[in-house]
């Protein structure tokens, strides 16, 4: 996958535009940025989830 990074918007925090997901973590996320890399995500001012979020569950 060219871009596995996948972030929402719209978090009540100053701080950071939005959080970022790996390929497959949160299925059912609003999707609103794909990056390349976490790195390209966090340059761009996005955060990981506090918590850790759920592994997808196998179609």
């Known amino acids: 996958m060219q871009f ?3 972030a929402t918007a719209n978090i ?3 701080s ?3 959080i970022y997901y790996y390929e ?3 299925d059912g996320v609003e999707v609103c ?3 390349a890399s976490p ?3 966090e340059a761009d ?4 989830p506090k918590k ?5 569950q196998p179609r």
């Open 12 to 14: 009540d925090e100053s």
């Open 45 to 48: 001012t996005f955060r990981r």
């Open 39 to 41: 790195e390209e995500a």
């Open 52 to 56: 850790k979020p759920p592994k997808q």
């Open 33 to 35: 940025w794909c990056f």
């Open 16 to 18: 950071a535009r939005g």
């Open 24 to 26: 497959d973590e949160r």
């Open 4 to 6: 596995p990074i996948r």
